[in-house]
């Protein structure tokens, strides 16, 4: 039988043949958590008589989403993950060291992998050739004691991406543009599978930006098959050896086809309060904006940063905008501040955060104003998601939010990429 992605990861890892809308229990090789779903996936494993984790090395609690604690209620959540870590010794990524979806990247997820997460874009790791979803914290419990889930195999929609992306275009419009064109329900419970002549050469930047969206459409996972652009990213992270070939058969049954003309696709935003609500930048009235945020799981790599300095070099935000800057990762941080990223940007006056999820989910470091706007890098744009639900989120390619950083209001930024 010809196989999806999808198909041949779950078959592998259940040890016998599958197909879309089978039923499998199948080993899993990464589980985490973060902050906010850990303590209640620690508290269903010792209600399920656990004392312990099937595979410490890969089974990981991340302190990101409030780091450092605003708190004391969240304080103590972090000492409940802490200790419940270093009696099983399981893994904790504490605070500073970044976002889950960008560590379990950069450190763990291998092509091929099945990883599942107390956290929705878990499915950020599809970029990499894994099948990454998303669970609940009973699920996530069960990971983390037994290294096994269930699963049904989803139906896999592929989408290809091609001719050629426009200048001041990004892997963000990419997304945005599809979400808008399938709507936030296209893909529920599918397997998005990503080709095509354009979506072959993107970077591995582009591809976890596209993969961590997925699920805003519906997804199950977003996945890309792995190459030399995989083994080139896998090298850099001194972790080759983990590198396999997995791509979909050639006769792979697909539910459907999309074919994106990517010539088409202008710079893109998503207006409050769904992320479908997709628009090009040229068409929008002139929106003002109070806080502009670079950053999260989804644009915070330094490729996001280094964008957003080369726009802002020389230029000064504008008076009455927030800027606000939060690397995806330690490693990032690190690399932007060697490559004198972060000094453009603090000196164009943005507020550069320790690495983390930030304001993105609306605990601390960046909560909005009753009526102010946000444009946001972020991947979600709920009512109330920044913390305030009388405020207003948009979202964008870290481009299209740096230059309206210093314009002050929504701005495409081929005006100065074209």
């Known amino acids: ?5 999808s198909e041949k990861i779950i078959s592998k890892h259940a040890g016998r043949e599958l197909k879309a809308g089978d039923i499998a229990v199948v080993d899993v090789d ?4 973060q902050d906010g779903t850990g303590p209640l996936a620690v508290s269903q494993i010792k209600k399920m008589g656990f004392n312990k984790v099937k595979n410490p090395s890969k089974s990981i609690f991340f302190i990101d989403h409030a780091a450092p604690s605003p708190r004391s209620e969240l304080s103590n959540s972090h000492i409940v993950l802490r ?16 976002v ?6 950069e450190s763990y997820t291998c092509p091929g992998d099945i990883v599942i997460g107390g956290d929705s874009h878990t499915c950020t790791s599809g970029a990499l050739g894994a099948f990454a979803t998303g669970m609940g914290s009973t699920d996530i419990a069960v990971g983390y004691a037994l290294a096994k889930t269930w699963l049904m195999v989803p139906q896999t929609i592929r989408v290809n991406f091609n001719r050629r992306i426009n200048k001041g275009v ?18 529920t419970y599918k397997a998005l599978e990503f080709g095509g002549e354009v979506g072959n050469r993107l970077s591995m930047d582009d591809r976890f930006t596209i993969s961590n969206m997925t699920v805003e459409a519906g997804a199950k996972t977003g996945i890309f098959p792995s190459d030399d652009i995989t083994k080139e990213y896998l090298k850099s992270q001194r972790r080759q050896d983990c590198f396999k070939e997995i791509s979909a058969d050639k006769g792979a049954k697909y539910e459907k086809i999309i074919d994106i003309d990517c010539s088409v696709i202008e710079p893109m935003v998503s207006l409050p309060h769904t992320v479908d609500n997709a628009l090009p930048v040229s068409s929008l009235e002139k929106i003002m904006v109070n806080q502009v945020f670079i950053g999260t799981c989804t ?8 964008i957003a300095a080369d726009i802002l070099k020389d230029k000064k935000v504008a008076s009455g905008v927030r800027l606000i800057v939060v690397p995806a990762s330690k490693d990032i941080y690190l690399e932007a501040l060697k490559e004198g990223v972060l000094e453009t940007l603090i000196n164009s006056g943005a507020v550069v955060q320790s690495p983390g999820c930030g304001p993105c989910v609306g605990v601390h470091q960046g909560i909005l ?31 299209t939010a740096a230059l309206s950083a210093v314009k002050g209001y929504i701005a495409d930024p081929r005006e100065v990429l074209g």
Do not use: W
Request: charged share 20%; glycine share 12%.
């Open 299 to 306: 644009n915070g790599r330094f490729s996001d940063l280094k």
């Open 83 to 98: 200790e419940f870590a270093s009696q099983t010794g399981a893994v904790v990524s504490d605070v500073g060291e970044g």
């Open 369 to 399: 104003g009753d009526g102010e706007v946000c444009l946001s890098t972020q991947n979600r744009n709920f009512k109330g998601r920044m913390g305030n639900p009388s405020s207003f989120i948009y979202l964008s390619s870290p481009a």
């Open 1 to 5: 039988m010809y196989k999806t992605i």
């Open 30 to 33: 990464v589980v985490m958590s």
């Open 170 to 187: 990004f892997a963000k419009d990419l997304i945005i543009y599809l979400i808008g064109k399938i709507t936030s329900d296209g893909a």
């Open 100 to 105: 889950c979806h960008q560590i379990l990247v």
